[in-house]
């Protein structure tokens, strides 16, 4: 049973730098694919970004392409997303999730959800 724990959020001001953490006490983190994704109050969830079970591929959001890296470690069961240039309409709760099937930005791919961590940008 994979459950997944978010960690690194806080409040941060604009051009500022985080690393978001997702990890799980599942041995067999390294066959799932791993997605973030993001809700601004008001707003749908939103992709983020996803990687590959094994690393080799990944996936961005467009607009977030070039600030965003995301990267694992399956040997820590960690995936990271390097967050970079903040700007506060990155303001969030940023989730993770995973998924035993392809990497991707649809939220039906991925049947594991963590509770979420919180990310805020002041101007």
């Known amino acids: 049973q994979v459950q997944l724990v978010e960690s690194g959020g806080g409040l941060v001001q604009a051009g500022d730098s985080l690393r978001l953490s997702c990890t799980t006490s599942?041995?067999?983190?390294?066959?799932?694919?791993v997605g973030w994704f993001r809700q601004a109050p008001g707003k749908e969830r939103e992709f983020v970004a996803a990687i590959s079970w094994s690393g080799a591929n990944t996936y961005y959001a467009g607009s977030l392409k070039g600030r965003f890296t995301i990267s694992r470690d399956n040997a820590k069961n960690t995936v990271y997303l390097q967050m970079n240039s903040l700007k506060p309409e990155d303001t969030a709760v940023y989730y993770c999730?995973?998924?035993?099937?392809?990497?991707?930005?649809?939220?039906?791919?991925?049947?594991?959800w963590g509770q979420g961590t919180q990310v805020t940008v002041s101007s």
């Open positions: 999730a995973a998924s035993t099937g392809s990497a991707g930005s649809s939220p039906l791919l991925y049947e594991k």
């Open positions: 599942g041995r067999t983190f390294n066959i799932y694919a």
